[in-house]
């Protein structure tokens, strides 16, 4: 039974974020782009009444915040994809319970150029021959590819194995490039429409 004084005014609606668009303290060092939030993201989803749910990082809860940028072959190992199928399951079993009772999950916004959220593209080592791994002054050139990272690959899997097709995955440019940022507004815009 509602309580009469009470008005729910809650939305229904909620869109999935990659961890830094609401924690850019998490990005490795050097890397972030803003000094807390993606601000232009973020602003745009608050006038959109909905809620907001930040998934966990995996590169965090696997290596915490001192850790050093890495390709996507170096996070492409058995033990940090049982860590990410985990932390999927989790994040899943919350958007299952969500639309259950009613809700709409627009969609998931990654972070790209991530080896690990990256969606439409990744870093990888800039020689694909070279032995990665040793000490910290050794640190390989990178380049960016199309790709999806490790994180973003099992997330789409996974969601596609529970039948949620129809939730959308959206890339988000790390880059400051407007081309891109038009591109995903776009269709951040369209799942509002």
């Given at each position: 039974?509602?309580?009469?004084?009470?008005?729910?005014?809650?939305?229904?609606?909620?869109?999935?974020?990659?961890?830094?668009?609401?924690?850019?303290?998490?990005?490795?060092?050097?890397?972030?782009?803003?000094?807390?939030?993606?601000?232009?993201?973020?602003?745009?989803?608050?006038?959109?009444?909905?809620?907001?749910?930040?998934?966990?990082?995996?590169?965090?809860t696997f290596m915490g915040t001192l850790r050093w940028g890495q390709v996507k072959k170096q996070f492409d190992t058995p033990m940090f994809r049982a860590h990410c199928q985990k932390l999927a399951d989790e994040i899943l079993d919350q958007v299952e319970d969500y639309r259950q009772g009613g809700y709409a999950v627009l969609?998931?916004?990654?972070?790209?150029?991530?080896?690990?959220?990256?969606?439409?593209?990744?870093?990888?080592?800039?020689?694909?021959?070279?032995?990665?791994?040793?000490?910290?002054?050794?640190?390989?050139?990178?380049?960016?590819?199309?790709?999806?990272?490790?994180?973003?690959?099992?997330?789409?899997?996974?969601?596609?194995?529970?039948?949620?097709?129809?939730?959308?995955?959206?890339?988000?440019?790390?880059?400051?490039?407007?081309?891109?940022?038009?591109?995903?507004?776009?269709?951040?815009?369209?799942?509002?429409?």
């Amino acid at each position: 039974m509602e309580n009469p004084a009470v008005q729910d005014a809650r939305s229904k609606k909620i869109i999935v974020l990659s961890h830094c668009c609401l924690n850019q303290n998490a990005r490795i060092r050097g890397l972030a782009f803003a000094p807390g939030v993606v601000r232009p993201l973020i602003d745009y989803l608050l006038t959109q009444d909905v809620g907001i749910y930040q998934m966990t990082c995996p590169e965090v809860t696997f290596m915490g915040t001192l850790r050093w940028g890495q390709v996507k072959k170096q996070f492409d190992t058995p033990m940090f994809r049982a860590h990410c199928q985990k932390l999927a399951d989790e994040i899943l079993d919350q958007v299952e319970d969500y639309r259950q009772g009613g809700y709409a999950v627009l969609g998931f916004i990654m972070m790209d150029s991530s080896p690990v959220c990256g969606l439409d593209t990744i870093p990888v080592s800039a020689d694909e021959n070279e032995d990665l791994g040793g000490m910290v002054w050794y640190t390989p050139q990178q380049k960016i590819i199309p790709g999806q990272g490790v994180f973003a690959e099992i997330l789409k899997k996974s969601t596609a194995r529970r039948g949620y097709t129809d939730i959308p995955f959206i890339s988000y440019p790390e880059v400051d490039d407007q081309a891109l940022l038009d591109q995903a507004f776009s269709k951040i815009r369209a799942l509002f429409e």
